[in-house]
């Protein structure tokens, strides 16, 4: 059993984090999404706290859940797109197995267009999707182990996470790796 962690999911929003997490975390470990984890412990919705207390405010609130969550996680993390940007959180992801979704700025806005992302709540959206994007790259990277195209179906991406992974994480449950039945004998 490891003591972090076994993958943390990292992208920009519309990478896939939320929905790849939950297909890793249904392989047989426990998933936590960051955001889904800020809104049970503020009992707000992002929007609200946005709306209330800024981004500053949200960011703030998002260091103090993330850390928590690096800390207590053995399973699958999936972080808020803007957690590699506040210098606690990049401090705290050090050592941790981070993999980065790689989307580009038209297959990205595609999935999000509509939504009520508050970092997106701008005249032009698509133009913001694509300069918050450009100006977090390097962040990705930086606190990345592993980098994945995100622009393909969830089953890929899930498969390649699995074959990144360093030799002492987890190892997913396959029906395959169980025994047929007589093969033993
Ligand atoms: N690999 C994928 N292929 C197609 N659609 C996807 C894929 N990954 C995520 N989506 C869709 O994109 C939207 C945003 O996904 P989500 O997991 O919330 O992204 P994030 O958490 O990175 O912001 C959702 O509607 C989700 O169903
Ligand atoms: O990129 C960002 O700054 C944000 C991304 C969101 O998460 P997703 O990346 O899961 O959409 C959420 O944390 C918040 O709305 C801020
Ligand atoms: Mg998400």
Redesign the pocket.
């Known amino acids: 059993m490891t003591s972090r962690p076994a993958v943390v999911l990292t992208?920009?929003?519309?990478?896939g984090?939320?929905t790849v997490g939950r297909a890793l975390g249904a392989l047989g470990l426990d998933f936590v999404?960051?955001?889904a984890e800020?809104e049970r412990r503020a009992g707000r919705t992002?929007?609200e706290i946005?709306a209330a207390d800024g981004?500053d405010g949200?960011r703030a609130i998002?260091a103090d859940t993330v850390r928590d969550v690096l800390a207590t996680s053995r399973g699958i993390v999936?972080?808020?797109?803007?957690?590699p940007?506040v210098p606690a959180i990049r401090e705290a992801l050090t050592g941790h197995h981070v993999v980065y979704l790689e989307i580009g700025p038209d297959d990205g806005y595609e999935r999000?267009s509509g939504?009520d992302?508050?970092?997106l709540a701008d005249p032009d959206p698509r133009a913001r999707y694509a300069a918050?994007l450009a100006s977090?790259v390097d962040a990705y990277r930086a606190v990345a182990a592993q980098t994945v195209d995100a622009a393909r179906p969830v089953a890929q991406i899930v498969a390649e996470i699995i074959e990144g992974l360093p030799n002492s994480g987890w190892t997913p449950y396959r029906p395959s790796d169980a025994p047929l039945q007589g093969e033993n004998s």
Not at 11 to 15: A, L, V
């Open positions: 992208g920009f929003m519309g990478s984090k939320s999404d960051t955001d800020i992002i929007p946005f981004e949200f998002e999936a972080l808020g797109g803007g957690s940007t999000v939504s992302r508050p970092m918050i977090r």
